[in-house]
Each structure stands twice: as structure tokens, then as C-alpha cells.
């Protein structure tokens, strides 16, 4: 059984910061890429951030220069440290964990509950 649990969303007025937290728990061989995800009302969930087991990152143009996401292998975290917020980027925030629960068996994509994020103009 593996759980991810997410913490850290909330209410922020416009230019303000959040950090979110994810951690993985449960029976974890090994991790591969983290991510985050977020879904607006009536939108479609997206991609925001991930990053590999080595460290690269990869994140959507519209979150570039003012969000920034790191990991603890050590502790199977992730983390996304938001800055300089706009009420667009309300939503939902989801954690992603691709990983294999033994050295035999296949990777496997599992997901956090969701947290959410609202920015106040």
C-alpha cells in the first residue's frame, strides 16, 4: 500500500508565496519522477513541475522563474516552493509519484488527495 500525502495549500493574496509538501509512504522500492498537477474548475488537470530521481526539471511556461520544485530522495518527498502567485493560479494541487513497489515489478503511477491552492486578487 502507498500513500502520498500532500500539505501546504491555502489562501495567499496575489504576489504571495506557498510551499507544498508531498511525501510517499508505504511499501516503496524506488522512486522515479515526482511531479505536481493542478486542476482549475473546468479545466483539465495539467502538469506544473516534476522532477527525476537525478534531479532534472521540467515545468509549464506559465509557472517558469516563479515556481521551484526539489525533492528529498531520503525522505521520498517533493516539494513546490510557489512564488509570485496570480488568482490564476488557483486550483487544485496534485502530487504524482511514478514508482515500483519491488525491484521485479513494474513502475506505477499513484496520486495525493489534493490540495488546494486559491490566490486572492
Known amino acids: 500500500q502507498v500513500q502520498l500525502v500532500e500539505s501546504g495549500g491555502g489562501l495567499v493574496q496575489t504576489g504571495g508565496s506557498l510551499r507544498l509538501s508531498c511525501a510517499a509512504s508505504?511499501?516503496?522500492?524506488?522512486?522515479?519522477?515526482m511531479g505536481w498537477y493542478r486542476q482549475a474548475p473546468g479545466k483539465q488537470r495539467e502538469l506544473v513541475a516534476d522532477?527525476?530521481?537525478?534531479?532534472?526539471?521540467n515545468y509549464v511556461d506559465s509557472v517558469k522563474g516563479r515556481f521551484a520544485i526539489s525533492r528529498d530522495n531520503a525522505k521520498n518527498t517533493v516539494y513546490l516552493q510557489m512564488n509570485s502567485l496570480k488568482p490564476e493560479d488557483t486550483a487544485v494541487y496534485f502530487c504524482n509519484a511514478d514508482l515500483s513497489a519491488g525491484p521485479l515489478l513494474p513502475r506505477v503511477k499513484y496520486w495525493g488527495q489534493g490540495t488546494q491552492v486559491t490566490v486572492s486578487s
Open positions: 508505504g511499501s516503496i522500492f524506488s522512486i522515479s519522477t
Open positions: 522532477i527525476t530521481s537525478l534531479g532534472r526539471t
